[in-house]
């Protein structure tokens, strides 16, 4: 490689990852993710915007999705500048390795802040290799210039720690970016005995399809039983379902069990334990022309014993506004809520119709009968029990997690693994030696100021001149 292709190569190097353009980027990545939140409240008066904000709306960017691109053009070039910031911050860390055993004659040893000198006998040198060597240091000799120089060290592997710090900033920016990619949640809700199979149009509530990995999984989830604990005197203590679970090709995966704390892993997606439960109410509401108008009404679990289980729905386009209160004895079907048998022994609803502020009772409404009112047939068709849960992908979430991890091995190595390194040199003078020896730690210097002292202390009892 010539000199200038090699200069060329070295400068864009420092180029693509100097710290100039990581901070130009990480201001612009702020402001396009601002400028993303202030665009998607959509109640900006455009006329009293500022000057730059109405421009980059006039080019087209007039909506978060719009600015999409963008941010993920400058995430990219971001992972692009700390990848070579990170090649380049090996080199130096390297470097710094290599210098930390690179042999030192006794005048280099006395420039160092941390020396000593003091006169030993004629074998100081295999001495105080044995010394080192038993303080836990890993030893190095060599003879050169007249004298035995030895250099000794531990705990190099801290000088990585700023190095893992800086990947962690890098690794989660993946992780942020892999996840707006593959961001996809759904929620749905099953009654005992209903399966549910994973495609993006059988959800009740849906993201939009992500970018990567969008794909429905089809794997099938079968509802077998809701399993709800409570504290006393009868707040719920624990949601639980017990899925059997099926993968796409019908396969049977075994039944889960699904708790708050405690989602189902299946087909790269997780699902969580929801927290809605209770009952569906199918209803049938009939006018005089035969016009059969479908709808339904939820009822929660109560949180304590007694409480009333009330919604309030809409019969179609009529305007007519129904509180329905449900009474039933199939709530004592689900563990948990027994003590409801005693006052609640008939599946009925009681009937209020609302108008405005007044309230007109209508009567009970029993499982399989009809009510009559305003020329409309109400029938109560069924009563289901329901549990809900979501499902979701996010392949950046374990990234994240992982850059939380490298943070963490940072922070040990910076911080409880700190380098020290250790020189000497033995020049023979006559029937005895001159002994220089000198360290130096990468953190708490004062601490290890006073640690080298003492270390000599106790090196001039084993190596010096009796």
Not at 132 to 144: F, I, P, Q, T
Not at 378 to 405: H, M, N, T, W
Request: include cysteine.
């Amino acid at each position: 490689m010539s000199a200038d292709r090699k200069r060329f190569r070295d400068r864009l190097f420092a180029l693509l990852g100097g710290l100039r353009l990581s901070f130009a980027l990480l201001v612009l990545l702020g402001g396009l993710a601002a400028l993303r939140a202030i665009i998607g409240q959509k109640t900006l008066a455009m006329e009293t915007a500022p000057r730059l904000l109405r421009k980059i709306v006039a080019l087209g960017f007039d909506s978060p999705d719009s600015l999409g691109i963008p941010l993920a053009a400058i995430l990219l070039l971001f992972i692009l500048n700390l990848g070579f910031s990170s090649v380049a911050m090996a080199r130096r860390v390297r470097a710094r390795q290599a210098a930390f055993v690179t042999m030192k004659d006794a005048g280099s040893i006395r420039s160092l802040a941390n020396h000593a000198e003091f006169l030993a006998s004629a074998d100081a040198g295999r001495r105080l290799a044995a010394f080192l060597k038993e303080s836990g240091l890993r030893v190095r000799e060599e003879k050169a210039g007249g004298e035995l120089r030895v250099s000794a060290g531990r705990r190099g592997a801290g000088l990585w720690g700023p190095f893992f710090f800086h990947q962690t900033l890098m690794i989660i920016i993946i992780g942020a970016a892999l996840s707006m990619l593959t961001r996809y949640a759904g929620y749905a809700e099953l009654s005992p005995g209903e399966t549910f199979v994973e495609k993006h149009g059988n959800y009740l509530r849906v993201t939009d399809r992500p970018a990567l990995f969008g794909g429905d999984r089809n794997f099938k989830l079968r509802l077998d039983r809701i399993d709800l604990t409570f504290w006393k005197p009868g707040a719920v203590k624990q949601r639980a379902n017990v899925f059997s679970a099926f993968d796409g090709n019908g396969t049977f995966l075994g039944q889960r069990r699904t708790e708050i704390n405690k989602p189902l892993h299946i087909a790269g997606t997780t699902v969580y334990q929801g927290t809605h439960q209770g009952f569906f109410a199918e209803l049938e509401a009939r006018d005089g022309t035969g016009t059969t108008i479908d709808g339904k009404a939820r009822f929660f679990i109560p949180r304590q014993p007694g409480e009333r289980m009330t919604d309030v729905v809409t019969v179609g386009d009529t305007g007519i506004r129904l509180e329905l209160e449900l009474f039933t004895e199939q709530v004592v079907r689900i563990s948990g809520l027994e003590s409801l048998g005693s006052t609640h022994m008939a599946t009925l609803l009681k009937v209020t119709q609302q108008e405005g502020e007044k309230r007109r009772s209508l009567g009970v409404l029993f499982k399989g009968g009809t009510l009559t009112m305003d020329g409309i047939t109400l029938r109560f068709v069924e009563l289901k029990p329901y549990s809900s849960f979501v499902v979701s992908r996010d392949y950046g979430v374990p990234v994240i997690f992982a850059g939380c991890l490298v943070l963490l091995i940072g922070l040990l190595l910076t911080y409880f693994w700190v380098p020290e390194t250790w020189w000497a040199s033995v020049r023979s003078d006559g029937d005895g030696c001159t002994v220089a020896v000198g360290a130096t730690a990468e953190r708490y210097r004062e601490t290890f100021r006073e640690r080298f002292a003492e270390t000599v202390k106790r090196l001039e009892e084993e190596v010096g001149a009796k």
